[in-house]
């Protein structure tokens, strides 16, 4: 880790991390100087290769339950006589020490600590920070929860405010972090700080009003330069009362159009992701130097229902929710976090969801995110459990939504600010009413803050919330896995009405082929054996507590749904074995990759047109955390899973979608997103059983910006044909798919193609060595 010193070349920390017993209580000056080991800071102590190779997996596992000390040598050039120390989310318990004298008490992970140390003479520092074992830092056994969560069996993780993940029992690849997570930094403190930030985007008779409003504070009156974008802005300090020097800047950006490109931020989807640059020099030094943003925000709630509009658009949601880049480490890579991010937005997905089992966003996402035209929805770092009413800790959870939502001013991204995952869904399924599911850090807490610190955002009270209850589907945002864990024909997600599916389409998929090859490689891929590929790779799959169920089981469900019901068989279940007996695992999970990537795209095809009102779903999630059957859209190692690659077809700012209304036919809608109207030839065929075209048909087709357009099928290819066979007049269905292209004037060929029946189901090369895989493990 390197700091910076004024006037001085970077100083370098060299931090080593030891684990003490519990009962152990040495300290700088009498602790022992062997068996230290080099540690990666920022990071959790995994982020170590020597750390792994000292203490192994197993104890990194059950790191919560000793004592670990970290410490850092600093040597100084010279004197630093307006010291700072910036420690960024202590995980979780832990005491803090310069040069042996105790500075800092933290049982906060998810707090920005700001020390100011004063003077520090040339020469050799020491930083220490001791992370206390949980069995040490005991919580308060009472008042008892209204609730217990079904997440997670230790209850004391209700009052300690650190990241779930890792200490989820049925999450695997996760270890839980220990650490310092975030900066570690001796710095100088500067002459002059920003106190806020903040663009804000109003609507004006002819357009929108964008205006810039920043505060710094300096201890003495020293010349201010303020530059947007290079443009120079002035204004004057004056002091205030508390004895200091402030700076208050209001300007005007001006008024402009709504789809002004060289203004506004739009999501990727809709427009162009525009930025500014913001610099601020104070008496000679940079006080500040990135990138801000303008835009208006706003959430539709008519008939109960949400949706999200961007300056003044209505924008369709096509979301994921976030993991970690490194389940390991809990280190943040921005190489890593760029290419996730590049592959989310090649599939057209417009927002990334933080969910509350993690940490928040950190600075490396909120840029990239920002920059890649990606929205952001950011839960509080609560789930399931009940928040407790102690005022001391409300107090630390209202310092430490300052800390993160303050992070937030003059980016233009964050969409939503909610109040955790299923924190009231929980209380909700157990039947309790509402009265016993107000919670003061949800209903009174987060929205005052929200207000405060980010009013362009929108708040959601919790992921799901709203409607007649919490977990209404119609109303508000939903976690909708009637297609999916409920096992709910795929017809439901046209049928349910959807409000907004704020989580959604959770299924096993296995990693592409390619992935398969290199874990082998890596000795990470367990060979098939006659009910699969064994229980250590079937326990990566992401299963409920205390269900005989995996979400494996739920991709079986509609592989066999699929290949049963539509091949016309009355016993589907004994047919479609029938049919695959002899079918190799590897051609099994073939076919479970196919049967996800149908499920999703048919799914969002019918959200995201005009017969339904569904405002935007989030998949859950963005990528795996361990080898094996995840439900991430991309895998262990970084590479898009099938789905994902499906995706762009029904996902992209112009599209074209394909509806199979069942005795209605075929509907073509075909969708833009962009600001400008496109118009083109259009291109229908429908497809015989051998995959020929045997009808087609073109038509020129034209979409207003912003716009849909419809057309009909079967009137488009000469008339009622029965392409799906629903009325089922022949003896067996004439037609496989319906394919159109869409050469535009402006957003090149565009593709779809509805699949009318299930794949053809290979016959086997090799002799029958795998019946298809159980549903059990």
């Known amino acids: 880790m390197t700091v910076l010193a004024a006037g001085a070349d970077p100083v370098e920390i060299r931090w080593q991390v030891r684990r003490f017993d519990p009962g152990e209580q040495p300290g700088p000056g009498s602790w022992p100087q062997d068996g230290w080991v080099a540690a990666v800071v920022p990071g959790s102590l995994a982020a170590s290769a020597a750390v792994v190779e000292a203490y192994g997996v197993p104890a990194l596992a059950e790191a919560d339950h000793s004592t670990w000390w970290l410490r850092g040598n600093v040597i100084l050039d010279q004197p630093l006589p307006r010291a700072r120390l910036v420690l960024d989310r202590i995980a979780t318990h832990a005491d803090v020490y310069l040069d042996g004298q105790r500075i800092l008490r933290s049982d906060n992970a998810f707090r920005r600590h700001v020390i100011d140390l004063g003077a520090l003479t040339a020469g050799p520092h020491e930083i220490a920070v001791r992370i206390a074992s949980f069995g040490e830092t005991p919580v308060p056994r009472k008042p008892r929860p209204r609730w217990r969560s079904s997440l997670l069996p230790d209850p004391s993780l209700r009052w300690r405010r650190t990241p779930l993940l890792g200490r989820i029992p049925t999450w695997e690849g996760v270890l839980p972090p220990v650490g310092i997570l975030g900066e570690a930094g001796l710095r100088a403190r500067p002459r002059a700080e920003v106190v806020s930030i903040r663009t804000q985007v109003e609507p004006a008779p002819d357009g929108w009003t964008a205006r810039l409003a920043l505060h710094v504070r300096a201890a003495e009156p020293l010349p201010v330069e303020v530059t947007l974008d290079g443009e120079r802005l002035t204004a004057e300090p004056t002091l205030e009362d508390d004895g200091a020097w402030h700076l208050r800047l209001s300007h005007d950006v001006g008024v402009v159009s709504g789809d002004d490109g060289a203004t506004l931020w739009w999501p990727h989807t809709h427009g162009l992701p525009r930025l500014r640059r913001l610099h601020v020099r104070v008496g000679g030094e940079t006080v500040l130097d990135r990138r801000i943003g303008f835009s208006h925000i706003r959430a539709r709630r008519e008939d109960d229902r949400f949706a999200i509009a961007v300056n003044g658009v209505d924008v369709f949601v096509r979301g994921v929710v976030w993991a970690t880049t490194d389940p390991l480490g ?385 009137e488009a290819l000469g008339g009622f044909r029965d392409l799906g066979w629903a009325w089922g007049f022949a003896s067996a269905p004439a037609y496989s798919a319906v394919r159109a292209a869409w050469v535009t004037d402006g957003a090149g060929e565009v593709r779809a193609t509805r699949p009318l029946l299930p794949p053809t189901i290979p016959t086997p090369t090799i002799p029958a060595q795998v019946v298809a895989p159980t549903t059990t493990d």
């Open 330 to 714: 809990w280190t943040s890579d921005p190489a890593e976090v760029a290419r996730d991010l590049d592959a989310l937005v090649a599939a057209g997905i417009n927002l990334v969801r933080i969910p509350g089992t993690g940490t928040y966003a950190d600075q490396v996402l909120r840029e990239l995110a920002a920059e890649r035209g990606l929205l952001v929805w950011q839960d509080a770092m609560l789930a399931t459990f009940d928040p407790p009413e102690d005022e001391a800790w409300l107090a630390e959870l209202e310092a430490e939504l300052r800390d993160q939502l303050g992070a937030w001013g003059g980016w233009p991204h964050l969409a939503v600010v909610c109040g955790g995952t299923e924190t009231e869904q929980q209380p909700t399924l157990m039947g309790l009413p509402p009265e016993r599911r107000r919670m003061t850090a949800l209903h009174d807490l987060l929205p005052r803050l929200a207000d405060e610190l980010v009013p362009g955002a929108i708040h959601v009270t919790s992921s799901p919330s709203g409607g007649p209850r919490p977990v209404s589907i119609e109303h508000g945002v939903s976690h909708y896995f009637g297609v999916g864990a409920y096992l709910r024909p795929l017809e439901d997600a046209r049928t349910a009405r959807v409000s907004f599916a704020s989580e959604a389409l959770a299924f096993a998929i296995p990693p592409d082929p390619s992935t398969m090859a290199e874990l082998d490689d890596l000795g990470l891929l367990q060979a098939p054996d006659d009910r699969g590929r064994g229980s250590a790779w079937r326990r990566a799959a992401p299963h409920d507590r205390g269900t005989s169920w995996d979400f494996v089981d739920v991709t079986d469900h509609y592989v066999r749904a699929w290949i049963g019901r539509d091949l016309g068989d009355t016993d589907a279940d004994t047919d479609m074995d029938a049919a695959t007996r002899g079918l190799t695992v590897e051609g099994w999970e073939d076919l479970q990759r196919r049967t996800v990537a149908r499920v999703m795209t048919e799914s969002f095809a019918w959200w995201r047109s005009s017969l339904t009102p569904t405002g935007g779903a989030i998949v859950l999630a963005h990528r795996d955390l361990a080898p094996g059957p995840g439900w991430g859209l991309i895998d262990v190692i970084g590479a898009p899973k099938a789905p994902l690659l499906a995706l762009p077809e029904v996902l992209a700012p112009v599209a074209l979608l394909l509806l199979d209304r069942g005795l209605d036919g075929v509907l073509l809608e075909a969708v833009n997103d962009t600001g400008r109207p496109v118009r083109g030839t259009l291109r229908l065929e429908a497809l015989d059983l051998e995959g020929d075209a045997v009808l087609d048909a073109e038509l020129e087709l034209a979409v207003p910006a912003r716009g849909h357009a419809q057309v009909e099928v079967e």
